[in-house]
Nanobody, 119 residues
Framework: QVQLAESGGGLVQPGGSLRLSCALD????????LAWYRQAPGKQRELVAD???????TYAESVKGRITSTRDNARNTVGLQMNNLQPEDTAVYYC?????????????WGQGTQVTVSS
């Protein structure tokens, strides 16, 4: 069983920054897609950022210009740098890794890390 472990969440004031990290317990090169999702209370889980084949990165419109996802192949981790955070960014953030891009491959999930943006 592949394990992904998120870290870096916490409480931050509006306009602040946080950096999340997702540690993989298997080779990062075995994943075709490494993505970040988030789920706010009472809402469905939504895609935040997706790195596909270590080349193409897709971001949700709501986070473009504020959030950057990066792969660190040497450290076997995926990072999510979040700047200018707003209360609507409050959610549990999950890391997801898929070995293929097939629609039926839901991949592996981490346990999530809470991000709370509040004054």
């Amino acid at each position: 069983q592949v394990q992904l472990a998120e870290s870096g969440g916490g409480l931050v004031q509006p306009g602040g920054s946080l950096r999340l990290s997702c540690a993989l317990d298997t080779s990062i090169y075995s994943f075709a897609s490494l993505a970040w999702y988030r789920q706010a209370p009472g809402k469905q889980r939504e895609l935040v950022a997706d790195i596909v084949n270590d080349r193409r990165i897709t971001y949700a419109e709501s986070v473009k210009g504020r959030i950057t996802s990066t792969r660190d192949n040497a450290r076997n981790t995926v990072g999510l740098q979040m700047n200018n955070l707003q209360p609507e960014d409050t959610a549990v953030y999950y890391c997801n890794g898929r070995r293929s891009l097939d629609a039926g491959d839901s991949g592996y999930w981490g346990q999530g890390t809470q991000v709370t943006v509040s004054s």
